[in-house]
């Protein structure tokens, strides 16, 4: 039995809808997947409903939705949602920061970041090693025999695309089997589409005020952000980590609730994951990949007794001059 011949059995049985939810600020990995999803259920005839949490911000996260027709919903606009509803959750897990836990129950789990351990879960298929969550959903169609229709292998392509960096960023040879497999079905012109509204101008000017403020220590740069978006925060680390001689970035946002951080390396040596765990350990949570990760520190938890840059930049020092980083 193959794992979408699993999740079919489990989801013919939902006392109720079933819903698809990606984290909280959907970007196109995200968005692709709980697509491609929606229609492989829809042929193995399960109908189900995107709902999301907070907003979409990126823009082509937008021009997505306008290009391929895709029906998310936010759920306070979802009249029906309720307990007795089951919901998938797509690139992300239940405790995680970046996703808000519905009154859905959540039995399955579609996710390619680390473990976060049983939730109460009926079908799990969570592979921290693959660069992107579409590449696993493509992955279902492909060892089904299913036909990839253009529409959702363009959108799968791109995200994958987009999570591995035009893959080189925490790619596996899994993540180039699936997009080279389903490239011969892709619709290049909206490719071109979607990498020509990547960000905004809002966002261009956000850029601009931010990386005056980038510091570097050797190998290690800090950019803080003022209240900004996730999808901010994450692409202005990917552009400070090409900086010549930078390796590591640790970009933050100050936010009215707490501190959100956004990881990246491209050093072997220093894995983003236990970077920010070591930034927020005892006081925050985070997680994510040896490339990239996030994490989000609790403003009852924020240090009194230092200023904040200074308490983060301490940490992130020693993370990387301990010589059991590797570990930690």
């Not at 403003?299 to 230092?306: V, Y």
Request: aromatic share 8%; charged share 25%.
């Amino acid at each position: 039995m193959t794992k979408l011949d699993e999740l079919v059995t489990l989801l013919k049985n939902a006392p109720d809808e079933v819903f698809l939810q990606p984290h909280d600020v959907p970007d196109p990995d995200a968005i692709a997947s709980c697509y491609a999803l929606e229609h492989l259920l829809r042929v193995r005839g399960i109908e189900t409903q995107i709902v999301y949490e907070h907003t979409i911000e990126k823009a082509n996260s937008l021009k997505m939705l306008d290009l391929f027709g895709i029906d998310m919903r936010h759920s306070k606009d979802i009249v029906t949602l309720g307990k007795e509803d089951w919901a998938v959750l797509v690139d992300a897990q239940k405790t995680n920061s970046n996703i808000t836990d519905l009154i859905t129950d959540e039995v399955a789990v579609i996710d390619h970041h680390e473990y976060a351990g049983n939730h109460g879960y009926r079908f799990k298929d969570v592979r921290p090693d693959t660069g992107a969550c579409s590449s696993i959903i493509a992955s279902y169609y492909l060892e089904n025999g299913v036909e990839v229709p253009g529409h959702v292998a363009t959108a799968l392509v791109y995200g994958i695309f987009m999570d591995t960096d035009n893959l080189t960023r925490g790619i596996s040879e899994f993540d180039v089997e699936m997009f080279y497999r389903l490239y011969a079905l892709t619709n290049i012109s909206l490719i071109n589409q979607l990498k020509g509204n990547q960000i905004s101008l809002k966002n261009l000017k956000e850029y601009a005020q931010a990386f005056q403020d980038v510091e570097v220590y050797g190998q290690l740069a800090f950019l803080r952000l003022d209240n900004s978006n996730d999808s901010l925060l994450g692409s202005a680390g990917d552009l400070v980590i090409t900086i010549a001689g930078v390796n590591v970035v640790v970009a933050y946002s100050i936010r009215e609730n707490g501190i959100r951080f956004s990881i990246r390396s491209i050093s072997r040596d220093i894995k983003a994951n236990l970077l920010v765990r070591y930034i927020l350990k005892d006081i925050g949570f985070g997680g994510g990949h040896g490339s990239m990760a996030g994490g989000f520190l609790p403003s009852e938890n924020i240090p009194s007794d230092r200023g904040i840059d200074t308490f983060i930049r301490y940490r992130a020092i020693s993370f990387i001059n301990s010589p059991r980083k590797q570990s930690l």
